[in-house]
């Protein structure tokens, strides 16, 4: 950023202020946050023992924003991303709860992708080069007079990544309902994952679960075109989850081919057929179903995986390029600063959220985020730890530092207090401050 002279004016007279040292200590303690929440209240340490307040503290306190995307916080999207990498690691390979041996149970790393709703312009390699976008017979044109092919070789930053050839063609109100039906598709997935596994072992599949147990944990991720595709980790587990083996028929190639069966057999019939026609919603046939291998070159580790997933937890529909704010009226989408295929995917979420036959689907409350209204990453019960925990430890942890520091470490204590929500934000000052602390920012043309 770069400072406004009045912001380093008042930043100059906040650092003559008797306080200045503990409102710095509050400003820098965050790293950066860009909209940390503001509480009011009064907290007391106690002796569990005898009662005895050890120490009182209060006023006002600044705490993060917990946002977990990139685009809108950093860091606390850095500190969400290594927790969601712990949480899938633990699933792989033990720890924070799970135990070791679930690295010896199979499991594979699998990508779901959306259909294709008509042609976009995209980036293709092979072998270290760039190949022609979509190569087509000369002169080959859709019924609009648009060139069905695309001969050109597109940078990584071409702008026309994503874009269709010809928006006319596009299905647009095919691309929004199957991208607000997803959250169903991969739960119809799932289903139908564990129906072929008790075909596979022989067993109904009402009895499937006392034999083996299905333990999963998945990431949404935004593409160029502006559709969400799935990566998950899948594991086959015994009937009492992670610290139990599964049977001896549950192997890595027969969990992978139950995985393409069962992705092939999802279907949807969509709604609004008076109004679109009757649409079946499927999963793209680009399926990816690799083992997690621990070691080996060229293979797909536990590291990586849990690596990849956490990159994508924290990111969101502006990776294709959407707005962060919910679009309240009609109105505002002409305003919207977004390239024209992702305007005409939000339009679409507009005017099909606006009929009675759509209205299921939520498509105007998630029209900024053209349509997709699901969680971006979640997991079985029994995967591995969950993200509150984990929180929570660091809360613990950062609570045993606090007691250390006023040499109270040896007394068991309880902290009982309470705080209110009053506001977020930094004044001019403080966030000039917060910028110069964040990992990354630092101030420019000072």
Not at 277 to 284: A, I, N, S
Request: hydrophobic share 40%.
């Amino acid at each position: 950023m770069t400072p406004v002279p009045n912001d380093i004016a008042a930043l100059v007279a906040r650092a003559a202020e008797p306080d200045f040292a503990a409102w710095r200590h509050a400003v820098v303690r965050l790293n950066g946050c860009t909209n940390p929440i503001h509480l009011s209240g009064a907290a007391a340490l106690l002796d569990l023992a005898t009662g005895e307040q050890l120490h009182a503290y209060g006023g006002r306190l600044l705490v993060h924003c917990g946002n977990r995307r990139a685009a809108v916080c950093p860091t606390c999207a850095r500190t969400y991303r290594a927790d969601t990498y712990q949480l899938i690691r633990a699933g792989l390979v033990g720890g924070k709860s799970a135990p070791a041996s679930v690295g010896g149970h199979p499991r594979v790393f699998v990508t779901l992708t959306a259909p294709g709703f008509g042609a976009v312009h995209g980036r293709r390699e092979r072998d270290g080069r760039v190949r022609v976008c979509r190569p087509r017979r000369t002169g080959d044109r859709c019924p609009h007079g648009v060139l069905r092919g695309c001969s050109e070789r597109h940078a990584a930053g071409d702008l026309r990544l994503g874009e269709p050839l010809c928006p006319r063609c596009y299905d647009y109100a095919g691309a929004v309902i199957w991208q607000a039906s997803a959250g169903r598709m991969w739960h119809r997935f799932v289903l139908e994952l564990r129906r072929e596994l008790a075909r596979r072992a022989g067993v109904p599949r009402t009895a499937l679960a006392e034999s083996v147990r299905l333990s999963y944990a998945k990431v949404a991720e935004y593409q160029r075109r502006g559709l969400v595709h799935f990566h998950a980790v899948i594991r086959l587990d015994g009937p009492d989850g992670p610290g139990a083996a599964p049977p001896g028929w549950a192997s890595v190639g027969l969990l992978g081919e139950a995985v393409r069966e069962a992705v092939g057999r999802v279907r949807l019939v969509a709604p609004g057929r008076s109004v679109i026609g009757t649409r079946v919603l499927r999963f793209g046939s680009q399926i990816d179903v690799r083992p997690i291998a621990e070691f080996g070159e060229g293979e797909v580790t536990s590291a990586a995986v849990a690596g990849y997933i956490a990159k994508y937890a924290t990111k969101g529909a502006e990776a294709a390029g959407a707005v962060d704010g919910r679009i309240r009226h009609g109105r505002d989408l002409v305003l919207l600063p977004v390239r024209s295929h992702v305007l005409r995917m939000a339009a679409t979420c507009w005017w099909l959220g606006g009929l009675p036959d759509f209205e299921p689907l939520g498509l105007r409350r998630w029209a900024h985020m053209l349509g997709y209204g699901g969680h971006f990453s979640t997991k079985s019960r029994l995967y591995s730890t969950t993200l509150t925990a984990l929180r929570e430890a660091r809360t613990e942890h950062r609570a045993a530092q606090q007691r250390a520091s006023l040499g109270l470490a040896d007394r068991p204590a309880l902290v009982v207090g309470h705080w209110r929500y009053a506001g977020r934000g930094y004044s001019p000052e403080a966030a000039l401050l917060a910028a110069s602390v964040r990992p990354g920012g630092g101030l420019h043309g000072a």
